[in-house]
C-alpha cells in the first residue's frame, strides 16, 4: 500500500476546492498553512524516579471563524505532519457544520499503555503549562483524541485554572459532568453519523433497515452499532477491531457485543458469529460500511471490491484520494470524514456554550440541536455536489473552505 503524508493530502484537497471556488493565490496559500504552531519538549518525573522527556505540540490552523478547537492525542508515532493535516481538518469540518470556531490539534510523543495513571497526570499537567499562555476559552479549547479521555481533560482544566487564579471549565470540552461536561457528549460523534446516514437514505432512496458493518469497535464503532440498529433498525452483520474481525449474516445484537468486547477486550470469541480476515469486512456486501478504525484503510487497492452502497467514515482521513475517486465512480455514496464525524465537535461547541453562562441543556435538547446541525450539513454538501459535480468529500471541502475564505477576507487578511 503507497504511504501518504496526511498533511500533503489535507493540502490538496484545500487546493482542489479553491480552485473550484476560484480563489485567488493569496487565500489559497493562507489556508494551505497552519496560521501557528507550537512544539516544545515536556519534562516529568517517573514513577521509578528517572527523568522522563517527552516532545509535544499544538498547532492552531485557523482563527477566521472563531477560536482554534480540536483534540490532543497521546500516541507513540505522532508526527508534525499528522497534527496539521488533523488541525486542518478540523477547520474544515467545524465551518461545515457552520460553528464559529477554527481548527487545532495537539499531541504528545509517548506510549500511554506504558504509562501509570500518576504519570499521565503529570504529563497532562505539564502540557498545559506549555500552552497555558496560547489555549482559553476566546483563544484555543481543546478536547480528547486518541488515547486522551474526559479525566485528561479534567487534568488539564484544572492546571489552566490554577495558573490563571480563576474559573473556566469552557477551556476544555468533553470533560465528566460533575465539572461542567454536557449531557449528549459521549455518543455525539457516531449520533452526528447515523444523522447523516439517516439524510442519505431519505434523499437517495438506501435502506438503513438492511445490514450494516463497522470497521474498528472502539468508543466510535460501539456506540454507531447500538445508534444505528436503535434509530435506524439495521441489523448489524460484522466488525472488527485491532485483534480480528466477525461476521454473521443473520445479524448480532449490538448491546450484547458491545459487553462482550469491554469484558473481554476484543470482539473475537463472540457467540453465533465467525471469524473473517480484516480486509474482508470493507468488502462485504452492506447497506451501510461505517469505517470507525484507521486512516487510509480503503485504498485504490481494495476500493474496487467494496460493495457498500453508503460509507459514512466516523475515522479520521479512511480513504485515500486515489480511492475516492473509485468509489465516487462505482456509484457508492461517501459521508466524507469532516461531515460524519462532526457530531462530536459539535457537541464540545454545546458544552463551550453551557459552561460560558452555567446553564446546561438536558440531553434531548443537546439531541436535538444536533441533529438541526448535522441535517442542514449534509443537505449545504449535497447541493454542493450538484452545483460543482464533484464526488461528496470535495463537496464537503467545497463547504468548509468558501465559508473560512470568506471569512478571512471579510478581516482583511487577503
Not at 488541525?87 to 499531541?107: E, F, H, I, N, Q
Not at 503549562?129 to 488515547?147: E, F, L, N, Q, T
Not at 460560558?356 to 455536489?385: G, N
Request: glycine fraction near 8%; aromatic fraction near 8%; hydrophobic fraction near 40%.
Amino acid at each position: 500500500m503507497a504511504s501518504y503524508n496526511s498533511f500533503h493530502v489535507a493540502q490538496q484537497q484545500v487546493l482542489e476546492a479553491a480552485r473550484l471556488l476560484h480563489l485567488d493565490d493569496a487565500t489559497i496559500e493562507l489556508l494551505s498553512w497552519p496560521q501557528r504552531e507550537f512544539s516544545f519538549s515536556l519534562h516529568i518525573r517517573m514513577d521509578d524516579g528517572k527523568p522522563g522527556i517527552f516532545h509535544a505540540s499544538r498547532i492552531q490552523y485557523n482563527f477566521a471563524r472563531g477560536p482554534a478547537k480540536g483534540g490532543i492525542r497521546f500516541h507513540p508515532d505522532e508526527t508534525i505532519d499528522t497534527i496539521r493535516a488533523l488541525a486542518s481538518w478540523m477547520t474544515w469540518k467545524t465551518a461545515v457544520v457552520d460553528l464559529p470556531l477554527g481548527g487545532g490539534k495537539g499531541g504528545i510523543v509517548c506510549d500511554p499503555k506504558s504509562m501509570s495513571e500518576r504519570e499521565l497526570e503529570a504529563l497532562s499537567r505539564s502540557y498545559v503549562r506549555a500552552i497555558a499562555p496560547m489555549i482559553g476559552v476566546d483563544k484555543d479549547v481543546p478536547a480528547p483524541d486518541v488515547y486522551t479521555n474526559p479525566q485528561t481533560m479534567a487534568w488539564m482544566m484544572d492546571e489552566y485554572e490554577t495558573i490563571v487564579y480563576s474559573h473556566h471549565p469552557g477551556v476544555m470540552t468533553d470533560k465528566p459532568m460533575q465539572i461542567g461536561g454536557t449531557e449528549g457528549r459521549r455518543d455525539a460523534t457516531a449520533r452526528g453519523g447515523v444523522i447523516a446516514v439517516r439524510e442519505a437514505c431519505r434523499l437517495h432512496g438506501f435502506d438503513p433497515t438492511r445490514s450494516f458493518a463497522i470497521q474498528g469497535f472502539g468508543n466510535a464503532g460501539q456506540r454507531a452499532a447500538l445508534l444505528h440498529a436503535n434509530i435506524l433498525g439495521g441489523r448489524l452483520v460484522a466488525v472488527s477491531d485491532s485483534q480480528g474481525a466477525i461476521f454473521n449474516p443473520r445479524g448480532m445484537d449490538p448491546e450484547m457485543l458491545v459487553k462482550h468486547k469491554l469484558k473481554t477486550g476484543s470482539v473475537l470469541g463472540f457467540p453465533d458469529a465467525g471469524e473473517i480476515p480484516h480486509g474482508e469486512l470493507l468488502e462485504l456486501e452492506v447497506e451501510v460500511l461505517y469505517p470507525a478504525a484507521l486512516e487510509n484503510a480503503i485504498t485504490a487497492g481494495n476500493a474496487p471490491k467494496i460493495r457498500a452502497r453508503v460509507i459514512c467514515e466516523l475515522a479520521n482521513g479512511p480513504t485515500t484520494p486515489e480511492a475516492d475517486l473509485i468509489l465516487h465512480g462505482k456509484g457508492i455514496h461517501v459521508i466524507p470524514d469532516i461531515l460524519a464525524s462532526a457530531g462530536g465537535v459539535t457537541v464540545s461547541y454545546f458544552e463551550m456554550v453551557q459552561d460560558r453562562y452555567s446553564y446546561f441543556w438536558d440531553e434531548a435538547l443537546v439531541h436535538e440541536r444536533l441533529d438541526a446541525k448535522i441535517t442542514s450539513a449534509y443537505h449545504a454538501v449535497q447541493e454542493a455536489m450538484k452545483e460543482k459535480k464533484t464526488h461528496p468529500r470535495l463537496a464537503a471541502m467545497i463547504v468548509g473552505v468558501a465559508r473560512v475564505a470568506e471569512a478571512c477576507k471579510l478581516r482583511g487578511w487577503v
